[in-house]
């Protein structure tokens, strides 16, 4: 995991010497994140697509071999191969494709509050001083009081200061320090918990899952345990979050050109086609 996190805090590095603004630094990092998931994710979501479209005629067999189990799994193994699907892969390759992801979300995790924690070359104190920074004898351990405070440091026979990204004009991003967890900040940063699992909702809504069986109660539930835990995680993190989850939307608009239709479709009865 270390070496994830120091390729992250190196990609960090450059974006902020092109931009010198960590949020839009963090922005850029999540465009190159998502272009490298974007392959496997888009076949997850054509599988899906493929699935949605197959849906009626599954029905269809489930009902005419009911009473058949032999014949049912026959008519849906050729069914499967009808749409080029291996239904065997559905299930994991979805799930597997959430691993990087999560994977890449807690090295982000660790790598953003070592970041914003890990001194800055020394500067001149006067530096520090026009950040609104006072002058701490000793190193704070909370977070909170290292971004707003520096410390003295001798080089060359000189007193700089020394202080951190977090305590920096560019750890700042529209109105946020994105160092800060909800907790330390005013009762605005509470709103990114609250986007965070408000673009989780609409990730799970574009995506069709309420249709699926069970679907529409973890497409709350999960939503509301990601919004909880971003509020023991730095702003960063959660626009990091944020962000992957717009651009997930968006390619999932794209492929299910809008919101997808209802998963199961009623199939017409024996009767209804009768009264016909």
């Not at 270390?2 to 974006?15: E, G, R, S």
């Not at 709103?191 to 309420?210: D, E, H, N, R």
Request: glycine share 6%.
């Amino acid at each position: 995991m270390a070496w994830l996190q120091n390729i992250l805090t190196q990609i960090l590095d450059f974006f902020y010497s092109l931009v010198p603004n960590y949020g839009v630094a963090i922005i850029f990092l999540t465009i190159i994140l998502k272009a490298l998931l974007y392959w496997p994710q888009q076949q997850s979501l054509m599988t899906s697509l493929k699935m949605q479209r197959m849906t009626p005629e599954m029905q269809e067999i489930q009902k005419k071999f009911k009473n058949d189990p032999q014949q049912l799994n026959k008519a849906m193994s050729q069914l499967y191969k009808k749409h080029g699907i291996n239904p065997a892969g559905c299930f994991t390759s979805s799930c597997l494709l959430q691993i990087p992801q999560l994977i890449i979300m807690w090295a982000l995790w660790f790598a953003i509050q070592a970041y914003f924690l890990m001194p800055l070359a020394p500067a001149p104190i006067d530096v520090a001083t026009s950040y609104g920074l006072t002058l701490s004898t000793t190193t704070p351990t909370e977070p909170f009081a290292i971004y707003h405070t520096y410390t003295t440091t001798v080089v060359n026979g000189t007193e700089l200061a020394q202080f951190v990204r977090g305590a920096t004009p560019g750890a700042w991003f529209l109105g946020f320090n994105l160092a800060y967890l909800p907790t330390q900040g005013g009762l605005h940063y509470y709103i990114w918990p609250v986007l965070v699992a408000l673009t989780m909702y609409l990730q799970s809504y574009t995506m069709g899952s309420s249709r699926q069986q069970g679907g529409a109660l973890m497409m709350i539930l999960f939503p509301l345990l990601i919004g909880w835990i971003s509020l023991s995680i730095p702003i960063a993190v959660s626009l990091y979050w944020v962000m992957f989850s717009l651009l997930q939307i968006v390619q999932q608009l794209i492929v299910f050109k809008g919101i997808p239709k209802p998963a199961y479709v009623p199939a017409k009865t024996e009767e209804a086609k009768k009264e016909k």
